[in-house]
Antibody, heavy 119, light 107 residues
Framework: EVQLVESGGGLVQPGGSLRLSCAAS????????MTWVRQAPGKGLEWVAN????????YYVASVKGRFTVSKDHANNLLYLQMNSLRGEDTAVYFC????????????WGQGVLLTVSS | DIQMTQFPSTLSASVGDRVNMTCRAS??????LAWYQHKPGKAPKFLIYAASKLGGGVPSRFSGSGSGTEFTLTIDSLQSDDFATYYCQQYDSYMCTFGQGTKLEIK
C-alpha cells in the first residue's frame, strides 16, 4: 500500500526558513515523479513543485521560484521541500503526492502538514 | 502558464441526481487532464486521468470527457459521500495548474 506522510510543519516568522519532509513507502520511490501541492486557508489547491524520478529535473510555481527547493533522498525514501524567505502568503497546508505512471497527475496523496508564517 | 477555469463555482444537487461540472483551459492541453475530489481536512482523492480514464478503485458513476480546452466531470446517481470540492488539473506542461474548484453541496 502506498503511504505518504508529511512532517516538519509549524509556525515560522516572516523571512524565516523551514524544511518539510514526506516519508514514502509501499512503492519504488526512485521510479516516480513527486510533487508538492498546497492549500491556503479558504482557498483551492495550488501546485508548488515537481521533481522527476532521479531528482535531476525540478519545476516550481512562479511565486516560490528562487525561495523553495524540492529534493529527493532515495536512500531513505524521503521527499523534501526547503522553504526560505517565507512570506505570509506561504501559509497553507502542504501535501506531497506521487506522480502517476502515465503522466504528471497525482495518484496518491499524503494527509498534509500545516505551515503558518506569522510574527 | 496555462490557466484552468472551473464552473460553476458551487453546484447544489440532491442524492440520486446526475451532475456535470466544467473545466476550461486557456490553451489546448490535449487530454492531459486529471480530476480530484477533496474534502476538508482530508487528502485529495485522485479520480480521473487522461481526461476520461478512471483511477483504480474509483466508482463507475464518475466519468470524464473532453479534449483540447473543454472538459467535463459527470457524476451519475449522486451518493452522500460525493459532496465535496472537485478540482481539475492540467499536466500538459511540467508546470502543472489546478482549477479553482467546484464545490458540490447538498440542495
Amino acid at each position: 500500500e502506498v503511504q505518504l506522510v508529511e512532517s516538519g510543519g509549524g509556525l515560522v516568522q516572516p523571512g524565516g526558513s523551514l524544511r518539510l519532509s514526506c516519508a514514502a513507502s509501499g512503492f519504488t520511490f526512485s521510479g516516480y515523479w513527486m510533487t508538492w501541492v498546497r492549500q491556503a486557508p479558504g482557498k483551492g489547491l495550488e501546485w508548488v513543485a515537481n521533481i522527476n524520478q532521479d531528482g535531476t529535473q525540478t519545476y516550481y510555481v512562479a511565486s516560490v521560484k528562487g525561495r523553495f527547493t524540492v529534493s529527493k533522498d532515495h536512500a531513505n525514501n524521503l521527499l523534501y521541500l526547503q522553504m526560505n524567505s517565507l512570506r505570509g502568503e506561504d501559509t497553507a497546508v502542504y501535501f506531497c503526492a506521487r506522480g502517476g505512471p502515465g503522466g504528471l497527475y497525482f495518484d496518491s496523496w499524503g494527509q498534509g502538514v500545516l505551515l503558518t508564517v506569522s510574527s | 502558464d496555462i490557466q484552468m477555469t472551473q464552473f460553476p463555482s458551487t453546484l447544489s444537487a440532491s442524492v440520486g441526481d446526475r451532475v456535470n461540472m466544467t473545466c476550461r483551459a486557456s490553451q489546448s492541453v490535449s487530454t492531459w487532464l486529471a480530476w480530484y475530489q477533496h474534502k476538508p481536512g482530508k487528502a485529495p482523492k485522485f479520480l480521473i486521468y487522461a481526461a476520461s480514464k478512471l483511477g483504480g478503485g474509483v466508482p463507475s458513476r464518475f466519468s470524464g470527457s473532453g479534449s483540447g480546452t473543454e472538459f467535463t466531470l459527470t457524476i451519475d446517481s449522486l451518493q452522500s459521500d460525493d459532496f465535496a470540492t472537485y478540482y481539475c488539473q492540467q499536466y500538459d506542461s511540467y508546470m502543472c495548474t489546478f482549477g479553482q474548484g467546484t464545490k458540490l453541496e447538498i440542495k
